[in-house]
């Protein structure tokens, strides 16, 4: 069932939960200071419990997973034979259950998958979206939501981005990263928990913030997210996912050969970058829409917010050959947008990664 947020003074909901309560730019700013909370209506649990679950994690997918300690927060990824990306989620363990974080878009076909894959191993995969759900925000302000674990280790997922994980690997090279600072976890609380936050929100009680606000935040810290930068063809090369998503030096899985080919040989065919948009006529792309550089179309955006200190930003995934050192203009529905890129992945990424550290481009006070 779906949550009632109509008593939450300014809320605006959709189908895919609450979308902000009146003012997205307060919001953000109310997230990073950790004083609100994000239900995220969009994002599912799976569960995978039995004691094969992570050594049988860790064989389908992208990170070292069989060694997880209780409590401690990674993500991985699942690949195709040829490497790319088809699923993701956050996962952390609590020393019974695997817990499996993942975007709504993503939720069915990877529990489908994996149920296809348990073989004869003892793991049992679940989708626990009918009864539980995920609250975002700082590490201290979801600290004081209840767990749900069944040996009462707290169900909460730190996001390590965006520090190189062990066996990762990180390719942007602008210092300081923008997701330096970036304090962003996510607990899991049942349904019956989120109305009572809901609750003491309408009644002024806590803050909440929407999910709009929780995605400014995301694409300042130029975090990939598979329902949003992901295509079909996409390599976790192209995203700058290496870092904290794939372990360059654990066991076999499906698309390591790829993996490994592009990283030590090769150099991924596209690449993510960061665009600070012209936001004097206010008008801001949509994903999809097309990227030039000149007259000539080098990519796509797939990500785009309005944050409460960069002002209109996009992320953008181009041709590895598209030039650096100009401009880009957005192709959008109301006329073309300038847009200055920062490079997130370089071109020289993989075998011949090895460029001087760039400093970050200045930010801009957005207007609230």
Request: aromatic letters at 4%; a negative charge.
């Amino acid at each position: 069932m779906a949550t009632d947020y109509s008593g939450v003074p300014g809320a605006v909901a959709d189908e895919r939960g609450l979308r902000h309560v009146g003012g997205p730019l307060a919001e953000q700013r109310a997230l990073v200071a950790g004083r609100a909370v994000a239900p995220l209506g969009d994002r599912r649990v799976l569960t995978v419990s039995g004691e094969d679950r992570l050594s049988w994690l860790d064989s389908l997918s992208s990170q070292s997973l069989t060694h997880l300690a209780p409590g401690v927060g990674t993500e991985t990824l699942i690949l195709d034979p040829q490497g790319r990306v088809e699923h993701a989620a956050s996962i952390v363990d609590d020393g019974e259950t695997a817990w499996l974080l993942v975007d709504e878009s993503d939720a069915a076909g990877l529990a489908t998958w994996l149920t296809k894959m348990r073989f004869r191993l003892r793991v049992e995969v679940r989708d626990r979206s009918d009864d539980l759900a995920i609250v975002g925000g700082t590490a201290a302000a979801v600290a004081a939501l209840t767990a749900v674990g069944p040996t009462g280790t707290p169900v909460r997922w730190r996001d390590p981005w965006p520090d190189v994980s062990p066996g990762g690997w990180g390719y942007a090279v602008v210092e300081p990263h923008p997701g330096a600072d970036r304090d962003w976890s996510e607990a899991v609380v049942t349904l019956a928990e989120l109305d009572e936050i809901v609750a003491a929100a309408a009644r002024g009680e806590i803050a909440l913030a929407g999910r709009d606000a929780v995605d400014a935040l995301r694409v300042a810290a130029w975090r990939p997210r598979v329902s949003a930068d992901a295509d079909e063809r996409a390599l976790p090369h192209e995203l700058d996912w290496m870092r904290t998503a794939v372990h360059l030096s654990k066991g076999c899985y499906r698309g390591q050969e790829t993996v490994a080919k592009v990283h030590n040989l090769g150099h991924p065919p596209r690449r993510l970058v960061a665009l600070q948009l012209d936001g004097s006529d206010s008008v801001l792309p949509a994903p999809g829409d097309v990227v030039r550089a000149g007259e000539t179309e080098v990519g796509a955006i797939t990500s785009v917010a309005l944050h409460y200190e960069d002002g209109p930003i996009a992320l953008a995934i181009v041709k590895r050959s598209a030039p650096t050192d100009v401009d880009l203009v957005v192709d959008t529905s109301d006329g073309p947008v300038s847009a200055a890129q920062e490079v997130v992945v370089p071109r020289d990424a993989g075998a011949t990664a090895s460029v001087p550290r760039l400093p970050r481009l200045g930010r801009r006070a957005a207007s609230s």
